[in-house]
Each structure stands twice: as C-alpha cells, then as structure tokens.
C-alpha cells in the first residue's frame, strides 16, 4: 500500500477459499469489475484503514502486478 509492503501471505494459509471470499463479500452489495477484494493469512495484523487517495498494488508471481487508486 502506497510503495510499502503490508503482506506477503502464501494463499494456501487461508482458511477459506476464495469462493467463500466472494460469496461472503457480495452479501448486501454489488461487487463490479475492478473491485478489490484483500485477504490476509490469520494471525497477521491488520494494517490502518484504506484512505481515499491510497494506492493498493497486488502482485502475484507469473501473473503481474495490478494498482489501484482507492477512491
């Protein structure tokens, strides 16, 4: 977030897939192309809340990197 690296989780640490993810975050709301949806592994902390302005950049490998600007 904003240059810093907040995780750098393996995705086989979740606890739930990301069908459940999904499902558990479209509940009340319309989930749309761009959206961003962050998990963390349990046990790590939480960083300090998104802020309009910030800059989220996820990477994963073999893939690339994709930033978003949070509105």
Do not use: F
């Not at 479209?26 to 902390?45: V, Y």
């Amino acid at each position: 977030m904003n240059g810093e690296e907040r995780c750098g989780t393996d995705l086989r640490e979740l606890m739930h897939t990301w069908a459940e993810l999904v499902a558990y975050a479209a509940r009340g709301t319309e989930l749309r192309p761009g959206d961003i949806l962050i998990a963390r592994a349990p046990g790590r902390a939480a960083g300090p809340p998104l802020r309009r302005g910030d800059v989220v950049e996820l990477e994963c490998d073999g893939i690339g990197v994709l930033g978003t600007r949070v509105a």
